[in-house]
């Protein structure tokens, strides 16, 4: 009898997890699935569903201005990316190796970022690069989002190194390796994933910044979220909507690219076991 409770009890609570995961993968879903429609309407208005349907969206992002900052924003943050995954990674060294307390004190600078509101972020930015004539360079996007970025890579990272065996580090001094053998032969490829997840997330989170952007930006150098807001401002159209459903395949295709990587690994672990 009581074995039967104990099964009627845990299918009721496996149903009532599924229908709680259910209703929060719609609740994340269903905003996309809205956004991708309206990139295909007929209307100008974000009325839906749409009564129409048509690519003209599609064919406005041929306009220049769109070419343009989708350039800008590629090239910032892909630099963005690369810079902070080497700057956090040295950072989550000294941090982890250091037994200084002053450089242990640090990590609540590194991550002061992320935990000061970024419109005080932005004025500060703006002052401090519109004093070294930096405000509307790709330069100046580029560290500034460094800086904003960094705790994406600086936490994964020393969350890796603190966990990471150093006895293989000092395996391979033993077998005279040096110190840079030993990180790109040893230490690296241990902690490759959480360099590379936070350069991706570093990358992702570029992007999508916008109020930094707004205060750095000029008639000449935009990024995409930028012009997506001022276009906002401006009129509005499905265009967004269209840029929008672009960036939701590119992120999906990424993802997709990600999984057939991984299990491709993993079957070919299986094949040498």
């Given at each position: 009898?009581n074995r039967?409770l104990?099964?009627?009890?845990?299918a009721?609570?496996t149903?009532?997890?599924t229908v709680?995961?259910?209703?929060i993968?719609l609740?994340?879903?269903?905003p996309?699935?809205?956004?991708v429609g309206?990139s295909?309407?007929?209307?100008?208005?974000?009325?839906f569903?749409?009564t129409?349907w048509?690519l003209d969206?599609?064919?406005?992002?041929?306009?220049p201005k769109w070419?343009?900052?989708a350039r800008?924003?590629?090239?910032i943050?892909?630099?963005?990316?690369?810079?902070?995954?080497v700057l956090?990674t040295?950072?989550?060294?000294?941090?982890v190796r250091?037994?200084?307390?002053i450089?242990?004190?640090?990590?609540?600078?590194?991550?002061?970022?992320?935990?000061?509101?970024?419109?005080?972020?932005?004025?500060g930015?703006y002052?401090?690069?519109?004093r070294?004539q930096?405000?509307?360079?790709c330069?100046g996007?580029v560290?500034?989002?460094t800086?904003?970025?960094?705790?994406?890579?600086v936490?994964?990272v020393?969350?890796?190194?603190e966990t990471f065996?150093?006895?293989l580090?000092?395996a391979?001094a033993?077998?005279g390796?040096g110190?840079?053998?030993t990180?790109?032969?040893?230490?690296f490829p241990l902690?490759?994933?959480a360099?590379?997840?936070?350069a991706v997330i570093a990358?992702l989170?570029?992007l999508d910044?916008?109020?930094i952007?707004?205060?750095?930006?000029?008639?000449?150098?935009?990024?995409?979220?930028?012009?997506i807001?001022?276009?906002?401002?401006d009129?509005?159209d499905?265009?967004?909507?269209?840029?929008?459903?672009?960036e939701?395949a590119?992120?999906v295709?990424?993802?997709?690219v990600?999984?057939?990587v991984?299990?491709?690994?993993?079957r070919l672990?299986?094949?040498e076991?």
């Amino acid at each position: 009898m009581n074995r039967i409770l104990s099964d009627g009890t845990t299918a009721r609570s496996t149903l009532i997890r599924t229908v709680i995961v259910v209703f929060i993968a719609l609740w994340l879903v269903v905003p996309l699935v809205v956004v991708v429609g309206l990139s295909f309407t007929g209307q100008q208005s974000f009325a839906f569903p749409p009564t129409s349907w048509s690519l003209d969206w599609y064919d406005a992002l041929s306009d220049p201005k769109w070419i343009t900052a989708a350039r800008n924003s590629l090239v910032i943050g892909t630099a963005t990316a690369v810079l902070a995954a080497v700057l956090g990674t040295a950072a989550s060294f000294a941090l982890v190796r250091s037994n200084s307390r002053i450089m242990r004190s640090m990590k609540l600078l590194v991550l002061a970022p992320q935990i000061t509101p970024v419109v005080i972020v932005g004025l500060g930015v703006y002052l401090v690069f519109l004093r070294w004539q930096m405000v509307g360079t790709c330069q100046g996007f580029v560290l500034a989002y460094t800086g904003l970025t960094l705790p994406f890579v600086v936490i994964p990272v020393t969350a890796a190194l603190e966990t990471f065996d150093r006895n293989l580090e000092k395996a391979s001094a033993s077998l005279g390796a040096g110190p840079l053998t030993t990180f790109w032969q040893v230490t690296f490829p241990l902690i490759r994933p959480a360099v590379l997840g936070g350069a991706v997330i570093a990358f992702l989170s570029s992007l999508d910044e916008v109020v930094i952007g707004l205060y750095l930006s000029t008639a000449q150098m935009r990024t995409l979220p930028v012009e997506i807001y001022q276009s906002m401002t401006d009129q509005i159209d499905p265009t967004v909507a269209a840029i929008g459903a672009v960036e939701i395949a590119f992120v999906v295709t990424g993802v997709v690219v990600a999984l057939m990587v991984q299990r491709r690994r993993a079957r070919l672990l299986k094949v040498e076991v």
